[in-house]
């Protein structure tokens, strides 16, 4: 009797469930169709906007550049790195992060209108003609930039092999805008290289393509054939300027020096999209001490690596803070239509720390003190970090006055005068002695 009072109950509260659930449903379908019907209106807005320029404006215009202007506009206008590729810019960048492509070797950004140059790559026209992180172009080959977009840009920069081109360069602390004249040429990215420093190994990650894990994998394998495996005191990856990259790079490349434990989540809009991805057994370096280096220019797949390291305990991290993008990017192809980029999640680093517009502090803060001859255009070297660019995303748990802008990302071009990686090898020879050399085991997050 009693079972038969509880299933009863039961009934009678599913009964009321149900029925308060439909009311609710109702509702809520109501507010849904409400929303749906002021999309739509706004829908036939954009549809008549576009039908009255076709119209009306004093030359025909291309449609097709019209609409894919405005779907450019739309995903700008979310953060500063969602954007509208087209089917040309689709296959450029999957070009580009095969690691090989034309052009001059200029990563840039657009700010506010501006086209800003965010790092000249190593060994390319660009480096070699003194381009800077921080330079404004303000025009090709003697026409302003002025009204185009960031993609248009770059596809004027682009261009045949041994053609040349003239950039209009601002630099801050210096009076006029000047030109600089490039020569197109093959950019084939080589996102690793190395060399032994006594008996040091020494390992800069440009980028991260789909070469730079077997790139890694090459250069240790080469140091410790030239040092002697045992022999080897440490190594030093330096990711200073690395503008980040594939995230599977990234994960691949913090296995490298992890046994276990997780290397990064990335966190989307529904909690059912967390991912998380963890470290396989095995150390390329056979646990040999590690410090990396990062700055200002180090930004997305670099501040995953370095975060990872950091929070295992597995490495030193020595430098200036990292950028600050802490967004994850996905491509999403649309058939003969191009792609889109868009933002899709956020990540964390394995101690659960969002970097988003804060970005990695390094465990030694090491400044590069500036010659005297740049000193007076730090203003135009220095990033302003992710913290700085409009319609930023927030960290998950920002609070106001927790963000933090870029830090300085000159990096000297002769070894003897690198402050940074001066300090790094002595750290790892036993000259200078730190705290936080070696990091602390109890450091790292539980595994």
Known sequence: MRKAT???AGVAM?????????QSGLLAGGSAIAAASDTYRQLNLFGDVFERVRA?????PDDTALIETAIDGMLTSLDPHSSYLSSKDFKDMQVQTSGKFGGLGIEVTMEEGIIKVVSPIDDTPAARAGILAGDIIV?????????????QAVDRMRGDVNTPIILGIVRKGVEKPFDVRLVRDIITIHSVRSRVEGEVGYVRVTTFNEQTFDGLKEAVETIEKDVGAAKVKGYVIDLRNNPGGLLDQAIAVSDAFLDRGEIVSTRGRHAEETQRHSANAGDLTHKKPVVVLVNGGSASASEIVAGALQDHGRATIVGTRSFGKGSVQTIIPLGSNGALR?????YYTPSGRSIQAKGIDPDIEVIQELPPELAAQQTAIEPRG???LRGHLTGETAEEGKEESGSLAYVPPDPKDDKQLNHALDLLRGIKVNSAFPPDP??????
């Not at 599913?14 to 308060?20: D, E, K, T, W």
């Not at 009306?56 to 025909?60: A, L």
């Not at 109890?442 to 595994?447: C, W």
Request: glycine share 12%.
């Open 6 to 8: 509880l299933l009863l």
């Open 14 to 22: 599913g009964a009321f469930g149900a029925i308060s659930l439909t």
């Open 56 to 60: 009306d404006y004093v030359e025909s």
């Open 139 to 151: 025009s090709l080959d003697g026409e302003s930039i002025q009204g185009l977009n960031l993609n």
């Open 342 to 346: 868009l933002t899709t999640a956020r």
């Open 386 to 388: 992710e913290a700085s």
């Open 442 to 447: 109890e450091r790292g997050i539980p595994n």
